[in-house]
């Protein structure tokens, strides 16, 4: 199982100061030469990647005539805040900045039709050159799969279980706000809908409580139009009433109000069969605009959508590449409605998929299956989509493991439809691949739900990702729908702050952010959030924090106040924010540099969904690019370590045909010092490669401890075979039964989900009673390879290609924002602080692949010091064993399964040469390695 790892890594940075005597070598400046960096290009330019031909893909940069601002624009305006890192601007100039968005280069952004621009004031920064300074120890999240972190849960995340039949108060990301809206009924099946199958319709107060419904302003189009349509009937200039008022009087005219609303639905659902039986017998532009109006009340597709739709209704498979808030989701909600079959999407989130399945319009039924729901809430979502009731199924791509839920497609059912969202998670080039999604295959999914067309989706994806997903999924180079990855009512700014806290606020109580009632503050470091927040409060900002280390129940609840404006900021990590569709996000502020510009893309499209002109602020410091520096070196793996781990996987004992094999999470781990995610990414390679190795099986609690109560075992033995297979694997410790649930199956022959049904069985009876744990993967040997040295050096080679791409991500982020700080010549539409025209340049050349050649190493060489701490780190840490790339994570500060932060960040050289290339600190730690032990001993 993929476990949702946010803060798992327990990657820990540490500030240690330096020494006083000996201070740590000079940090590079912003703006330091090259000569003296070792170049780290990206795997993905020898990755053999032909660029895109087609047209779709645009690449025009901008235009160097755009119209400059008036030098009136760009001189700083006195203030008496001169010493800040930005400045406000008087009024009058503002209209002069808003002219300058106005007249941004557009021929290379999107122009999404309904983006209707209601212009917020403009904003004007000067930066401060001011050094930066150093935080406080601190947690990190990371977007990256491999530390996939999040408080949005992974399919097979086990922490924090969705109960569907009760979600609103488990899952930690229901939008109070926004979810609970009941449908209106146009459905035909009779089911109650999206939201009440999830139970999360609440109360009926609120669907006529013109109050609750006020504050929603951030509900998607399609439901906002619903309650349009309500609101008419309700009559606009009615006082708000509740229907729990005991006035007689009332709750009539209440029911006169649902009289006359079912027979609008009645008759809403009856002109949409209409509009869709017309539009699947002839798809022309006309109709499908119809059906949009009549489904969503839009009047017009958005840019791309209705290409997209086209074509997917022609049956032909298409990558498509629209900014967040674009209106992706409507590209196969629309064809679901015309489509004869099951359109099936897949999502890489629980939390995701249950946004999304609440924003379904309410015609469309939609169903869910992830590893969380009960047994029954699985059984029951089966049994509709066999009964072809459900329309549009969300599932995770673990999902395709599950014998049950294959089986329904391999009869009679097929789907029409499959979508693939987020699909740069299918590429490990991309800033967020998961190995789940590698099993995403055109052939995998073509043979196991007799699909044929597959759309698939993302805002962020560079050009090498784009290629890797379309060869994946087979989709023809010419089926490319391609809009700019950024929308254009974002203005970009970036000042270089040395007291960010302090300027934090001053942002936020200058103008245009303090009229902004709705903003999001992005930190990379879970005790920051919390830090910032409080500071926010003590100085009236109203605002919560969210990370994934706070209970699901709370971050739920800020999610819910932030979505109804009840307070002003969040401060989050990573894992606020996707699938929000909150409209009205007026700001987003990065107190942190992003990992990848595909962050920073994904995170300031959270702003100014509404079409509204938004700002979009990165307060910047280079400390937090150091430690995320090397932070980026915690997925590295030896060749070594990966011949010892197929080893493993491959043991003599374990290579029986058709045995179930498994190897414990934790435990393994720990033993190759190797994070779960790089273990799970190598199995998925043993799968999917050029030879098939193995085969992988669900995920699996393997440890049993189990006690009997009614018949005693060895009499239930003679009746149960699984009882006397069990009697004999297991071990007893103080009267209960310890055994290996793959062992055991295999020694009858029968699949570890035939065992744990059969102890269900037993349980359901009160016989037994049992606990799982030993989370583990699952899997069984289809051929041993013939040589583990060429296999691990083949791997190895692969995985630290995926490393250096990362750390080539981070250095891109880097760039565009020095280069905004300090080579930008404030022309062409900057100014000041503000820098959307040249950020947008560096962003579209980097996503197109062009330009990214002086994207250097930014970490120094070397250090007079660095071997002499090594040789005093092991002498005094003797009974200890290292490696080079132990030693090296130490004096970078970063954790791994095998050498904790508990353990070593006491430890006086703990992150002390994060600002010295990791690959130097190996090789010096390798030298030290050899004179302390011996070179046998490595
Ligand atoms: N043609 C249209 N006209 C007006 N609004 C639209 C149109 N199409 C979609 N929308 C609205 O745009 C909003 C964003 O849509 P959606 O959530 O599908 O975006 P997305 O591209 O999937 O974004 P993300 O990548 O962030 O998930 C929704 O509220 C949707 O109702």
Redesign the pocket.
């Known amino acids: 199982m993929e476990s949702d790892s946010e803060s798992s890594d327990g990657s820990h940075i540490s500030a240690t100061p330096p020494r006083e005597p000996n201070p740590p070598p000079p940090r590079p400046t912003l703006r330091s030469s090259n000569k003296s960096r070792i170049r780290v290009r990206a795997s993905s330019s020898n990755h053999s990647t032909p660029i895109l031909k087609s047209k779709k893909l645009s690449s025009n940069p901008p235009s160097n005539s755009d119209p400059k601002p008036t030098p009136k624009d760009r001189s700083p305006i006195p203030s008496p805040l001169s010493g800040l890192p930005f400045q406000i601007r008087r009024p009058s100039d503002q209209i002069s900045a808003i002219s300058t968005v106005e007249a941004l280069p557009a021929r290379h952004l999107s122009s999404?039709?309904?983006f209707s621009k209601f212009r917020r004031p403009s904003l004007n920064f000067e930066d401060d050159p001011s050094p930066p300074v150093f935080d406080s120890e601190s947690q990190v999240e990371s977007s990256g799969a491999h530390r996939l972190t999040s408080g949005l849960v992974s399919e097979e995340s086990k922490g924090e279980a969705v109960n569907t039949s009760n979600p609103v108060k488990r899952h930690p990301n229901l939008i109070g706000g926004s979810a609970p809206q009941p449908p209106v009924k146009l459905r035909k099946c009779g089911n109650e809908g999206n939201f009440v199958r999830l139970n999360l319709n609440r109360s009926k107060r609120r669907f006529l409580n013109k109050g609750s419904r006020s504050r929603n302003s951030h509900?998607?189009?399609?439901?906002?139009y619903y309650r349009k349509r309500r609101r008419k009937l309700e009559g606009e200039g009615e006082p708000e009433k509740s229907t729990y008022e005991e006035d007689g009087l009332v709750v009539e005219s209440v029911q006169q109000k649902q009289k006359k609303e079912s027979q609008s639905e009645k008759s809403d659902s009856k002109l949409i069969e209409e509009v869709v039986s017309v539009t699947r017998n002839e798809p022309s532009d006309e109709n499908l605009v119809k059906l949009?109006k009549v489904m969503?009340g839009?009047?017009?597709?958005?840019d791309g959508?209705l290409d997209a739709i086209k074509m997917v209704l022609a049956g032909e498979s298409v990558m498509l590449v629209?900014?967040?808030?674009?209106?992706?989701?409507?590209?196969y909600q629309l064809p679901a409605m015309i489509l004869p079959g099951i359109t099936v999407v897949v999502s890489p989130l629980i939390a995701l998929m249950i946004d999304?399945l609440k924003?379904l319009p309410p015609m469309i039924q939609g169903g869910l299956l992830c590893s969380s729901q009960t047994a029954e809430q699985v059984s029951e979502t089966l049994r509709q989509i066999q009964e072809r009731t459900i329309k549009v199924l969300y599932v995770s791509p673990e999902r395709f493991f599950n014998a049950e839920f294959l089986s329904l497609f391999s009869t009679n059912l097929s789907a029409s439809l499959v979508v693939v969202?987020e699909a740069h998670c299918i590429s490990e080039w991309s800033h967020n691949f998961r190995p789940s999604y590698m099993r995403l295959r055109a052939s995998m999914l073509r043979a196991s739900l007799n699909v044929k067309c597959i759309l698939a989706?993302t805002?962020t994806a560079t050009v090498t990702t784009l290629h890797d997903v379309m060869f994946a999924l087979a989709i023809p180079q010419t089926n490319i729908i391609q809009k700019a990855q950024l929308r254009d009512n974002l203005q970009l700014s970036v000042s270089l702050s040395g007291n960010r806290l302090k300027d934090l606020l001053m942002l936020l109580n200058s103008h245009p952010f303090k009229e902004v009632h709705s903003i999001i503050v992005y930190c990379k470091f879970q005790s920051e959030t919390d830090q910032i927040s409080r500071y926010l409060c003590d100085n009236n900002i109203s605002a919560k924090s969210y990370h994934g280390g706070i209970p699901a129940k709370d971050r739920t609840r800020t999610q819910e106040l932030f979505c109804s404006n009840k307070i002003r900021v969040v401060v989050a990590t990573v894992a606020f924010g996707?699938?929000?569709?909150k409209?009205d996000v007026g700001a987003v502020i990065h107190y942190s540099l992003p990992e990848s510009l595909e962050e920073y893309v994904?995170e300031i499209?959270?702003a100014g969904?509404d079409g509204r002109l938004s700002y979009c602020h990165l307060l910047f410091e280079d400390d937090t690019y150091f430690k995320l520096r090397s932070l980026m070196h915690s997925e590295g793996v030896d060749e070594y370590a990966i011949n010892k781990f197929l080893s493993e996987v491959f043991a003599s004992e374990k290579n029986l045909h058709g045995k179930i094999c498994s190897l414990v999470k934790e435990s393994a781990s720990r033993k190759f010092d190797m994070k779960e995610e790089v273990m799970l990414t190598i199995l998925t390679h043993l799968e999917l490669g050029e030879v098939q190795y193995l085969r992988l099986l669900p995920q699996l609690n393997v440890t049993c401890t189990l006690n009997f109560h009614k018949t005693p075992p060895v009499l239930l033995a003679e009746k149960e075979i699984a009882v006397a297979a069990i009697l004999k694997k297991s071990e007893t410790k103080q009267g209960q039964y310890v055994f290996d649930i793959p062992t055991t199956a295999n020694s009858i022959g029968i699949t570890a989900t035939d065992l744990s049904n059969q102890l269900q069985n037993l349980k359901f009876k009160g016989e037994i009673t049992y606990e799982l744990k030993d989370p583990a993967y699952c899997y069984t040997i289809m051929e041993v390879p013939g040589d583990f040295c060429s296999l691990s050096a083949h791997l190895t080679k692969w995985l630290s290609e995926v490393e250096i791409s990362k750390v080539w991500k981070l250095n891109a982020m880097f760039d565009a924002v020095v280069f905004a700080v300090n080579g930008c010549e404030k022309m062409h539409g900057c100014y000041g602080c503000q820098h959307t025209p040249c950020l947008q340049r560096k962003i579209v050349a980097y996503f197109n692949g062009e330009d990214n050649s002086d994207i250097s190493n930014k970490t120094g060489q070397t250090s007079p010091f660095l071997r002499a701490d090594i040789k005093v780190f092991l002498q005094s840490n003797s009974h200890t064993k290292f490696t080079p790339r132990a030693v090296a994570r130490i004096m970078h500060g970063i954790a791994s399964p095998a050498y904790t932060s508990t353990m070593w960040s006491k430890t006086h050289f703990w992150g002390r040469y994060t600002q010295i290339d990791f690959q130097m600190v190996m090789e010096a730690a390798k030298a030290e390695l050899m004179n302390f032990v011996g070179k046998d001993a490595l």
């Open positions: 999404s039709a309904s509900v998607s189009g399609g439901r906002k949009l969503y839009y009047d017009s597709f958005r959508q629209l900014p967040t808030g674009a209106g992706k989701s409507l590209c999304q924003q969202d989706m805002a996707m699938g929000l569709d409209q994904q499209g959270r969904r």
